[in-house]
Nanobody
């Protein structure tokens, strides 16, 4: 069992930056692929980014590529999402999630543990 707790969300102006953190419980954090998803009001939850177990490989949705950076610190059981050049369309609840998949899944069903989410609001 892995428990995930996100933090770092808030209100930011367009063009600004935010750093989200996701702290995981347990001693097996490094055995999971970690991902970030988001869900805007009235929309389905969507994949944002993922990072491999060792942190050497990442995957980004086209909508955030070049603006967002995912990283992880396995010694601290934490995954981060650095968001820059934020746009109003980035407004959503952001969730971190853990996957046992080999690599490459962007599907919600590929992730077994989820955090409760943190709200990010980008103002014009």
């Amino acid at each position: 069992q892995v428990q995930l707790v996100e933090s770092g969300g808030g209100l930011v102006q367009a063009g600004g930056s935010l750093r989200l953190s996701c702290a995981a419980s347990g001693r097996t954090f490094s055995s999971y692929i970690m991902g970030w998803f988001r869900q805007a009001p009235g929309k389905e939850r969507e994949f944002v980014t993922a990072i491999s177990r060792g942190g050497s490989t990442t995957d980004y949705a086209d909508s955030v590529n070049g603006r967002f950076t995912i990283s992880r610190d396995n010694a601290k059981n934490t995954v981060y999402l650095q968001m820059s050049s934020l746009k109003p369309e980035d407004t959503a609840v952001y969730y971190c999630a853990a996957s046992r998949a080999v690599w490459g899944t962007r599907k919600i069903s590929g992730y077994v543990y989820w955090g409760q989410g943190t709200q990010v609001t980008v103002q014009v």
